[in-house]
């Protein structure tokens, strides 16, 4: 059974910067794609980025390009999602995500994921 676990989220004040964590346990596909959501409240759970197993290729939405950074993690199973300069637009429920193919087939469409983390909290304040 396949476990994601997300840490890291918290209170900022709007220009700072967050390091969200990612790790998951369990029998993952070897070319596995990792993602991050985000999701406020009812909205539809929106796609931030993902990144391919090893780290060969990653990809970020435009709505947080510049600012977030995807990165594979230096203990297997782990990534981080960087995130700089913080507006309360930012305010949501980030979660990780694991698919069970590529990410050229996975993208950044959450129903291409079949691995989920509880998610974790992240609010900026003005």
């Known amino acids: 059974q396949v476990r994601v676990v997300e840490s890291g989220g918290g209170s900022v004040q709007a220009g700072g910067s967050l390091t969200l964590s990612c790790e998951a346990s369990g029998p993952i596909y070897n070319g596995a794609c990792w993602a991050w959501f985000r999701q406020v409240r009812e909205k539809e759970r929106e796609g931030v980025g993902y990144i391919a197993t090893g780290g060969a290729f990653s990809y970020v939405a435009d709505s947080v390009k510049g600012r977030f950074t995807i990165t594979q993690g230096t203990v297997k199973n782990t990534v981080s999602l960087r995130m700089n300069s913080l507006n309360p637009d930012d305010t949501a429920m980030f979660y990780c995500?694991?698919?069970?193919?590529?990410?050229?087939?996975?993208?950044?469409?959450?129903?291409?994921?079949?691995?989920w983390g509880q998610g974790t909290l992240v609010t900026v304040s003005s």
């Open positions: 995500a694991v698919s069970g193919s590529s990410c050229a087939r996975a993208g950044l469409v959450a129903r291409n994921y079949i691995h």
